[in-house]
């Protein structure tokens, strides 16, 4: 699995016949292209690189003082490479682009961002869904993992690893729930989500959720109260199924939910709320993920007044919580 520190390893080949390679020269830069054959100077990408550059034989990437970036790094820099030359899913796994560490994924993006034109989900998504089968999906979550990997599965639309690390998160973080970049990652600072993203608030100052269910269950009520009503009450029974409805409440953020909350113009309609309210007492029937409706909740992207309108139903009034 690959964790939070950048993966080495010597001087790739990205093509079988030696076209290009890259190299890691300390001191100069983070990454060095060497252009031995022909096909660089076909690429449009490339050569765009190589016509404003004085060295026709290499191409250097990475910071330097003036630059308001601290570089990019080999594995990422693979990763755009063999996109833009759609080489094979074979050659793609030799090259060990499947096994690359989570700041290889952030610099991936980044590159593809810096210098194509956006469409980096329809052109990185089977590589970034494949990466995550392999090295995420079965993986123990850490808070710096959870973090760094929210941001990868938002931009690649991977609903069922959103829910899963902002669940995560959620329980398990305390404060605000944020994204942050792997650490080693020295691309743009800039955040990348909109803050409304994360609107899953932490009620708690110094513990996390998953802290105080974890304390919750050493509970042992041992006083026998002087109220004949209190003495009645199977408070470690109380206790255990509060224990079971916490953990079940929230099922992290649907991606579904989110797109389809979004208003598409100024005209929120009746059609609009019919899109995003519940089926059968049911939230998740048009998503990739189940989930009840505090997701949904969590999850919305619209106005707060039609989302409280939904809730209300037709008669006004505020429905219980389903699942």
């Not at 959870?146 to 398990?172: K, M, N, S, W």
């Not at 079940?248 to 979004?262: A, E, I, P, V």
Request: glycine content about 8%; hydrophobic content about 35%.
């Amino acid at each position: 699995m690959p964790g939070l520190t950048v993966r080495k390893g010597p001087a790739v080949s990205l093509v079988q016949d030696q076209d290009i390679v890259l190299t890691t020269e300390p001191g100069l830069s983070d990454l060095t292209i060497t252009i031995i054959g022909t096909i660089c100077k076909k690429s449009p990408y490339l050569k765009a690189l190589l016509d404003a550059t004085n060295d026709k034989t290499e191409l250097t990437f990475g910071g330097d003082a003036e630059s308001k970036n601290d570089g990019e790094n080999k594995e990422g820099t693979l990763i755009w490479l063999t996109q833009l030359h759609e080489l094979s899913e074979q050659r793609s796994d030799e090259l060990g682009l499947f096994d690359i560490s989570l700041v290889g994924v952030w610099h991936a993006i980044s590159m593809w961002n810096a210098h194509q034109d956006g469409n980096i989900k329809e052109k990185l998504v089977e590589w970034f869904n494949k990466w995550y089968e392999k090295n995420m999906a079965k993986a123990n979550l850490t808070v710096p993992i959870a973090q760094a990997l929210a941001y990868p599965c938002y931009i690649f639309d991977h609903a069922v690893g959103y829910a899963r690390v902002t669940r995560y998160l959620a329980y398990e973080h305390v404060g605000h729930v944020k994204e942050r970049p792997p650490k080693g990652f020295k691309g743009p600072k800039h955040r990348h989500i909109n803050e409304r993203m994360f609107v899953v608030d932490d009620v708690l100052n110094y513990s996390s959720i998953g802290q105080v269910v974890r304390r919750l269950k050493t509970f042992d009520y041992a006083y026998t109260p002087k109220c004949n009503r209190c003495r009645s009450i199977d408070w470690e029974t109380i206790v255990l199924k509060a224990l079971s409805n916490t953990l079940g409440y929230f099922n992290g953020m649907c991606l579904d939910c989110m797109d389809r909350s979004k208003p598409r113009g100024d005209n929120l309609d009746d059609e609009y709320a019919k899109h995003n309210q519940s089926v059968g007492g049911r939230w998740d029937t048009q998503c990739r993920i189940k989930h009840g409706q505090p997701t949904w909740y969590i999850s919305w992207l619209g106005r707060p007044d039609m989302r409280e309108k939904i809730l209300r139903g037709p008669d006004g009034y505020r429905r219980p919580e389903e699942e």
